[in-house]
């Protein structure tokens, strides 16, 4: 295999650390500076422009498209830009994180742009990035700035691109970086990190005692953080708390050995967000308490009943406000207190054709599901979010 082997990403946990980094390693650098189009005039793009040598400010705004992705990628390629910086959300940094490895690889392009179903897009092992990204996340909880994973808006969908060489090289997290982030998306960052390492926790039934008291860990520290960013605020201390532990949930300890499409409600959460136009956690919110309830009924397609149990005594154990033993009833009570939104409603006939969007990216053959049938799509979705009712029509 050509190319070198992609390194993890190095975090830098402050504005300070970032600057001493900046005075030895890109003194003199080209610096493009990709920037979310509502947050040019921010401290914290002021303060990458103040300590790398920027000389191009690139405003982006919106969700980006596969056009738009490859339009970036051709001026990175054709410019004097040495490194790249992104400010943004986790939309901004995936069209930084794509844009940069198609600009060190125009054979990206038709991994993006093949014809299929899939919802799945591998890029190639041995593709690596020309010019070395440095992410800067203002919000919380997709942790894009050390993923190996991508989302592409695409005439056939939403689609998951995944690849080794996608992961920035540099993030920095400071909140300075999401200052004036509001505190119900910082609450909905938490449950995104909490989703995803309880997800994979309980998606793949293999005890394994030490990646198994991790993840506990780590999804009881993301539960406290929660319950003191709704009662106390965001403050500097817990965003940069979540940051560093939303990050700690990409790590490869996680999924070490464990089904890679284990977090099953992803799948179904992308579809229902991008057809109803809700907030990726909005769907997340209203799955989750169907999910676990088949998944403690013994749907183990969706995961381990066992396991789930044990997470959510933990998770229990640790919150500050009593929750119910029940983890369906458990978790539909933390949201409540969370005030996370997880009532989002839809027709019948909008529910049957995301089910079989979803069966179609993800399933009937394809391996995300986990056997799943398009009854079995139709009946979760059904059960989580119900029909408007008169007032809503």
Known sequence: MTGRWPQPTRVLPSAAEFTTWAARHASGTRTVLLVDAHLTDSAIAALVVRALPVHEVVPLDGPGTLESVVALADRLRHGPARLVAAVGGGSLLDQAKLATALAGDPGVLPRLTAPQRSGLVLLPGENTRPLPLLAVP??????????????????????????RSLAPELALHDPLATTGLPAELAVEGVLEALFRVA??????????????????????????????????GPGEQVRGAVARLSALTHGDWLQLDRDPYALRGWYLANELSTALGIRKMTAVAALLPTLFRRTTAGDGRLGSAERLERLWNELRSAAPRPLPADPSAGIAALLEHWGVDHRPTAHPADLDAIARRTVRAWGAGLPALGGLTLGDVREILGDAVPAPGPAAR
């Open 199 to 232: 997800g994979v926790h309980v998606g793949d039934p293999q005890d394994r005692p030490v990646e198994d008291a991790l993840a506990c860990t780590l999804a009881t520290q993301l539960l406290g953080l929660g319950y003191r960013a709704v009662e106390d």
């Open 138 to 163: 203002t919000t919380l909880g997709t942790g894009a700035e050390v993923s190996r994973v991508a989302c592409l808006n695409t005439a056939q969908g939403k689609r998951l691109v995944v690849g």
